[in-house]
Every structure is written in C-alpha cells, then in structure tokens.
C-alpha cells in the first residue's frame, strides 16, 4: 500500500456548528502516493504539525473531503488534539511565550496525519 496523508480542520474546544452545537473536526484534504506527499509538504511549509499515526491515518482516509469525523474515532482525534495542543505548548514555552490558545477558527488547519504503509 501506497503512503496516506489527511488534514484535518476544525479542534479543541470542537467549533460550534450553525445549529449551536458542537461539531467535530473535518477531513480537509485527503490522499495517497505523489498527493499525500503533497499534502504533507503543504501541511510542514505552512507550520502545521504532522503526526505519523499509520492506523489513524488509513481509517481517516476513508472519508470524504469535507466529512465530519465520525464518533467511532473520537478518541482516536481527542489523543491526537492532546498532543498537538501539548506541542504548541512547549513551542511556546520555549520561546519565552504564553502557551497558544484555540481560536475557534474552523477553518484553521489542526493537522497532517502521515501512514508509511508497506
């Protein structure tokens, strides 16, 4: 099997949806071989961090561009919001600053998900 990469958009607190409620993050690109390798450079250009997570990362591919995730991976993409907000935390700490807070954009990229799959 070929390399994976999905973005995803939308995180923690999850954003609010038109009808109030909250709503989960959506996959905001997806793809395999050459695109996946787009996706990633794109995501790493751009200062987005990318998580190697090869189980995540296929089940994520599965969906549409534009899906939200679904509850069977909640837990999965809460692991994941955890450490990303954990490492934007200690970037900042280390660079003397406050650690980073959400700003509730959803259309703020959150994450590249990277599977090297043989």
């Not at 954990?86 to 970037?91: C, G, H, M, R, V």
Request: without cysteine; hydrophobic residues 50%; aromatic residues 4%.
């Amino acid at each position: 099997m070929r390399k994976v990469a999905v973005a995803l958009r939308g995180g923690l607190p999850w954003t609010p949806g038109a009808n109030g409620r909250a709503e989960a993050p959506v996959i905001a690109a997806s793809g395999r071989g050459f695109l996946a390798d787009e996706i990633v450079a794109m995501a790493e250009a751009n200062g987005v961090p990318v998580e190697h997570d090869p189980a995540l990362a296929m089940a994520l591919s599965h969906l549409e561009v534009g899906q939200a995730i679904p509850p069977a991976l909640y837990t999965a993409i809460a692991e994941l919001l955890v450490f990303l907000y954990e490492l934007d935390a200690q970037q900042a700490r280390a660079a003397g600053s406050p650690a980073p807070m959400d700003t509730g954009d959803p259309n703020a990229p959150l994450s590249a998900l990277l599977s090297q799959v043989s």
